[in-house]
């Protein structure tokens, strides 16, 4: 038997942890800015499909696996810091060569591509995961339950990821942006190093 209030205590869990600012969300947020409605979307697709991965690899019982491996944590932790860094390097290059090239640049599935890999590479995702699922987890429940915690979840991911693109890609958002791009484009450069150097420092002191 399905116990539906585990089922909307983990969804409500989950959309808590997903909606925050976090790097997924900033890199979202500064993509719909820099380049509109249309990569902004096909980002927080990739940032989706990358989540719902995560969801699939925890309901399969390998995030346990991961969790409780400290070698493969620590490789995913340090692959997830590179990225964060790159981006950082993006960002910082966009403040000091003062051009969006990269914006006009980029075809629609690199877009995609990119929201994948920032979400592939996110530790973060695993163990968030597992508190949801392990929430939303009920002995008679069994399998069925865990699947529907992980389809709803994965909906509601999809869901807020498309709510971000579309808010911050508004004309009015994206007037304020170009006003005080460099600003913008180096706060976010300041955060993806901050959090892409905690990621391989905790790496390293776990190693």
């Known amino acids: 038997m399905v116990d539906m209030i585990g089922i909307w205590a983990a969804l409500a869990a989950f959309v808590v942890v997903a909606a925050a600012p976090g790097p997924a969300t900033?890199?979202?947020a500064t993509v719909a800015m820099r380049a509109g409605r249309g990569p902004g979307l096909r980002f927080s697709l990739g940032l989706a499909v990358g989540l719902a991965?995560?969801?699939?690899?925890?309901?399969?019982?390998?995030g346990a696996l991961l969790q409780?491996?400290?070698?493969?944590?620590?490789?995913?932790?340090?692959?997830?810091?590179?990225?964060l860094l790159w981006l950082a390097v993006g960002a910082a290059r966009s403040v000091w060569?003062?051009?969006?090239?990269?914006?006009?640049?980029?075809?629609?599935?690199?877009?995609f591509r990119q929201g994948?890999?920032?979400?592939?590479?996110?530790p973060k995702a695993v163990l968030a995961w597992m508190a949801t699922l392990s929430l939303g987890l009920d002995a008679q429940g069994g399998v069925a339950q865990v699947m529907i915690v992980t389809a709803l979840c994965s909906g509601a991911g999809c869901a807020i990821y498309a709510v971000y693109a579309l808010a911050f890609s508004?004309?009015?958002v994206r007037a304020g942006y170009?006003?005080?791009?460099?600003?913008i484009d180096a706060a976010?450069?300041?955060?993806?190093?901050?959090?892409?150097?905690?990621?391989?420092r905790s790496a390293l002191s776990r190693g």
């Open 97 to 111: 060569e003062g051009t969006d090239d990269d914006a006009a640049q980029n075809g629609r599935s690199a877009w």
């Open 26 to 28: 900033l890199a979202l």
């Open 188 to 200: 976010a450069a300041g955060l993806f190093a901050l959090a892409g150097f905690g990621l391989i």
């Open 178 to 183: 170009r006003r005080a791009r460099r600003w």
């Open 53 to 62: 991965f995560w969801g699939l690899v925890a309901a399969a019982g390998l």
């Open 116 to 122: 994948l890999l920032l979400n592939l590479s996110n």
């Open 68 to 83: 409780a491996s400290a070698q493969g944590l620590t490789v995913l932790k340090l692959l997830g810091g590179a990225y």
């Open 170 to 172: 508004v004309s009015g």
